[in-house]
């Protein structure tokens, strides 16, 4: 018996905290558990709707409103923001009017229309790539050198997209070879001048935010450049009915591109600050 309360004794402190009941027959550990606990599956259901609900708390919401706060306060992140939505209306153009703006007043086909968008989409992902290398490269140099990239490029995106705009005419839908090619290039140089900025912005985002407001910075980015997709259309129909003409319209509705350098440039000048601020706030928090 003594053997046995010593076995006991031993057993239970080998599982500190475990108010389940350990007990020695025959020299064999048995464990006696309730058999409702150990049988009936936890109430996942109630649980789900349960953190369903959490998001409806008003501490949640109010954490949400002291991250939005304290993101606005940062100066380059005001000028990200700010740089998307008038930079959205030339891309309304491309992704709305060009097409049949092409086919329809400028005289090409729609094949013809249609492979030039082509164009300007692979000149886009050829900017992309080439705006991601530029600027890692630049930022090794200073982090307020890919600034100027890709302000510079924006506002330079937006010559070929006027030339496009305003000299082609086709006449009698008679396409030569050499104008094809210049429309193509034209295209192409218009995509890839304007693909440059926009890894730039968000790695730029990602810099002057801590990890845990990430996910708010960039849900308030795209929200941004969804306004501008969303009204940039309805902005470029307006200025048509208001100034009499597609092309005139077009014209000033690709000028948006300039604001969206304007800003992007204006980061050169806040970058360095808040980059400074973000890492000190970075070693006290984490």
Partial sequence: AGDEDHNTESTNKDYPGDDRLFTTESG????ETNEKECCDPPNTHVNYWESCLSILKPSSYTQHLSTTKQLLSSRTILLVLFQGAPGCIPWGIVNTFLNDYLSQDCGMSVQAATSTILMFGVGNFLGIVSGGAGGDYLYKKDSRYPSILSGLM?????????????????????????????????????????????????????NVTLPHERGQAFALLNTFDDFGRGLGPVFVAMLIVSLGGRQIAFNVGVAGWVFCGLFNLCIFFTIKKDEEKTRRLFREQY
Avoid: H, Y
């Fill in 154 to 206: 924006a506002i330079a995106g937006c010559i070929p997209l006027w030339v496009l705009l305003n000299t082609t005419k086709i006449e009698d839908g008679n396409l030569s070879f050499g104008m094809a090619l210049r429309i193509a290039a034209t295209a192409v140089v218009a995509g890839f001048f304007c693909g440059i900025t926009g890894p730039i912005v968000k790695a730029t985002l990602q």
């Fill in 28 to 31: 064999r550990i048995i464990l």
